[in-house]
């Protein structure tokens, strides 16, 4: 055999055999299968870790903000007591040197005259002015002097001052002495003086000290009484606000399957949710408020390739096609089948489309607000922003399921039809986290965003060996309305 | 219909539907492969198998550069080797002398009106383990005798020559089949 003939029939099997195809031996794939269902099952495994890592993530966030404001509000009462039960006594002396000129009338004749000058007379006489009465209140408590512009010094001394409230009453029973020189000269004169002889009236915002509320200084006079200011009343109807929101959501499905026949079920993973609805919220006070209302949650799972074969089963007595899905078992309709059912005819289902599931939401929610910020000063439009954080359940019911398919059957027929008859649902509950920001557009609206996390606490199917939780991830726009 | 990208993407996900889609698609065709490799079908069908482990295992390191089809193909000789390596030492690489007498050509334009491709396919199964994989590292999978002897651990003549001899022998039984056929 030369060279050539042995290169031509080596090209000879390889464009035969090239392009054939044999069906491989049927254990092969049940083998697969199993280390498919590993690798799905380390999926899960790896999932279920990141969401503990996230959930505790969470939950330090929530209650570390909680304690702090519990915190902050536990704080708050014992300082204002701390004042309320407490008369502050102070002993107090100062002293004033005003310096300043005096014209002094003298006798031409150089008899030493001890002039007498009244208190009264001293203290009209003497020019201090409003200003630097007020330059010494501030440094009260230091007794420094205070040395005026004047050439006359005078020295003043408060005793046994009593202070409380917003009023200093100073008792002082020093004397006036006036050091006057008998001289013809004109020299600066020493007058001393108490507060009270120059009209002194303390400010108390200059004092630095603590701001207690009026009808608690009263009790340290019985006699006068100040009627505790009535809180005004809000109107209902004023504390009420309704709003509507649109919310994208990032969502992620939980499969619980608790014995082999549950991997005969669908492998759903979710690629799109949103949720919208309306609320309607009342204040129970200030900083907390309740809502409720009504939201249409929508999920979207992933297309995947769905073509496989599907056996009937025997349901009450009669062979059913059962499209199995985390979320619910369908029947295939037959009436445009040209094949009878039975067991071991199979079809082949292929969906392509979008499978949604849709559910409503009656949620009940406790809203705190934590922090409050005035935006705009003055006036009668005055803009907030306030932040929040709520907590609460809802209440889930399933409101449709729907998914188009094409049935291929043995003879090679093939119809287009659309499911939704799943059954096997439930309503079930879920929490609810969030904390938002809210901001003042008018007088009556307001416009929040508020990140949330939502997690089913039932499954969504009952009757079924896998259990299906969904918990999802979203950022609520909404606006709300305040009547 | 989804594209194969879709498909690796939800396998990676651990999509078990997107791995029976995947294994669906190109088993029928890797099963051709595989039984070219082996001596009977039961040992095609561990070729399969462990080929098709390996494929998921290693689906992450596709880069989607060339042929998908072209990657699990390399996956699937590849195992084949290995298998071939672990039962070396229980083969002779010359078991089978080359004197088979020698026969007259015939041309392809016959062989493929008479005989079918499966039947050339269980032709090359009868090759000895050595042979049949030279045969098929060459022919099939273009391997140079260079690659095929660092690959076999044997020289490159050593390569050449028992190519030659497997083409001897597989243009013997066919024109034994042709023989068979026209009786």
Redesign the interface.
């Known amino acids: 055999?030369s060279e050539q003939?042995?290169?031509?029939?080596?090209?000879?099997?390889?464009?035969?055999?090239?392009?054939?195809?044999?069906?491989?031996?049927n254990?092969?794939?049940e083998?697969?299968?199993m280390?498919?269902?590993q690798?799905?099952l380390?999926?899960?495994k790896g999932f279920t870790t990141w969401l503990s890592f996230y959930s505790s993530i969470i939950t330090i966030l929530l209650g570390g903000a909680i304690y702090l404001l519990l915190l902050k509000n536990s704080e708050s009462p014992a300082t204002k007591i701390l004042y309320k039960n407490q008369l502050v006594n102070i002993h107090d002396y100062d002293t004033i040197f005003v310096d300043r000129v005096k014209y002094v009338y003298v006798k031409e004749k150089n008899d030493a005259v001890s002039e007498d000058i009244s208190t009264q007379n001293l203290a009209n006489n003497s020019e201090v002015s409003n200003d630097d009465n007020h330059g010494n209140r501030n440094q009260l408590f230091n007794t420094n002097p205070k040395l005026l512009a004047d050439d006359q010094t005078f020295t003043l001394k408060n005793k046994d001052s009593q202070h409380s409230n917003n009023n200093i009453s100073t008792s002082s029973g020093e004397s006036v002495n006036l050091i006057n020189s008998n001289s013809e000269s004109i020299s600066p004169q020493i007058v001393r003086m108490t507060l009270k002889k120059l009209d002194y009236k303390p400010v108390n915002g200059y004092f630095n000290l603590p701001k207690i509320a009026y009808h608690q200084s009263n009790k340290t006079n019985p006699d006068i009484t100040i009627e505790k200011p009535e809180k005004p009343k809000i109107p209902l109807m004023n504390r009420i606000a309704i709003s509507a929101f649109y919310s994208p959501e990032y969502s992620n499905l939980t499969v619980y399957r608790s014995e082999p026949e549950a991997?005969n079920y669908?492998?759903e993973?979710i690629a799109h949710s949103n949720s919208y609805g309306l609320r309607a919220s009342i204040d129970i006070n200030p900083k907390l408020s309740i809502s409720t209302g009504i939201e249409w949650a929508n999920i979207q799972f992933?297309?995947?390739?769905?073509?496989?074969p599907i056996q009937a089963e025997l349901v009450n007595g009669k062979a059913t096609y059962l499209y199995k899905t985390v979320f619910g078992v369908a029947t295939i309709p037959t009436e445009e089948m040209t094949t009878v059912p039975a067991i071991g005819n199979p079809i082949t289902l292929e969906s392509?489309d979008e499978h949604t599931v849709g559910f409503i939401r009656l949620p009940l929610s406790l809203q705190y607000n934590a922090f409050q910020w005035k935006l705009k000063k003055g006036g009668r439009n005055q803009r907030y922003l306030s932040l929040y954080g709520s907590g609460g359940i809802s209440y889930n019911l399933p409101s449709h399921q729907k998914l188009a398919v094409e049935i291929y059957e043995a003879d090679g027929h093939d119809y287009y039809t659309t499911l939704g008859n799943f059954k096997n649902t439930q309503s079930f509950w879920a929490y609810n986290l969030a904390f938002g920001a809210a901001i003042d557009l008018t007088h009556n609206a307001s416009f929040w965003i508020e990140p949330n996390y939502n997690k089913t606490i039932d499954s969504f199917v009952r009757d079924l060996p896998l259990k299906s939780y969904i918990h999802n991830l979203g950022v609520r726009f909404g606006v709300k309305w305040h009547f | 219909m989804k594209t194969q990208s879709e498909i690796i993407k939800r396998c990676l996900k651990g999509d078990e539907n997107a791995f029976s889609t995947l294994y669906h698609q190109y088993a029928s065709k890797m099963m051709v492969v595989c039984i070219r490799y082996s001596h009977d079908r039961e040992e095609a069908k561990d070729l399969l198998q462990e080929g098709f482990i390996r494929v998921f295992q290693h689906l992450n390191q596709f880069k989607g550069e060339g042929s998908f089809e072209g990657w699990i193909k390399r996956i699937i000789v590849n195992v084949a080797l290995e298998f071939y390596r672990k039962n070396t030492n229980q083969r002779h690489i010359n078991e089978i002398a080359s004197d088979y007498e020698e026969q007259h050509p015939i041309s392809s334009e016959d062989i493929l009106s008479n005989i079918h491709a499966r039947d050339l396919l269980n032709l090359v199964q009868k090759l000895p383990p050595t042979y049949r994989m030279i045969f098929n590292l060459y022919e099939f999978e273009g391997f140079k005798h260079q690659e095929i002897a660092k690959q076999l651990g044997i020289s490159e003549g050593t390569s050449k020559s028992n190519l030659f001899d497997a083409r001897k022998i597989l243009q013997r039984l066919v024109s034994e089949m042709m023989k068979e056929i026209k009786h």
């Open positions: 055999m003939e042995s290169e031509n029939i080596g090209k000879v099997f390889k464009n035969a055999i090239e392009e054939i195809s044999m069906a491989p031996p254990g092969v794939w083998s697969l299968r280390l498919a269902i690798t799905q380390a999926r899960y991997f669908g492998n993973q992933a297309s995947s390739i769905r073509k496989f392509e």
